[in-house]
């Protein structure tokens, strides 16, 4: 049986801007040992805050769309 996540909207925002971070390598993880799994209200919340001027300064809107879409889609 595969594994299953879920993850907080926050722990997604703090790996998408810190590489290094823990939340960057608790999603790196539950991405090898099972499935991420969300909501149509996760992603829209990410999407919301994702969209947010105040995150223009760290990544470009392109980066945070792409982000949004991989996290969608993932390989």
């Known amino acids: 049986m595969m594994n299953r996540f879920a993850i907080d909207t926050n722990v997604l925002i703090s790996a998408l801007l810190f590489k290094t971070s823990v939340p960057f390598r608790a999603i790196e993880l539950a991405e090898k040992q099972g499935i991420i799994l969300y909501s149509e209200a ?14 223009n300064k760290y990544l470009s809107l392109e980066d945070r769309k792409v982000f ?7 390989s």
């Open 42 to 55: 996760t992603l829209k919340e990410l999407e919301q805050v994702l969209n947010r001027q105040k995150f």
């Open 68 to 74: 949004l879409l991989k996290f969608i889609h993932p």
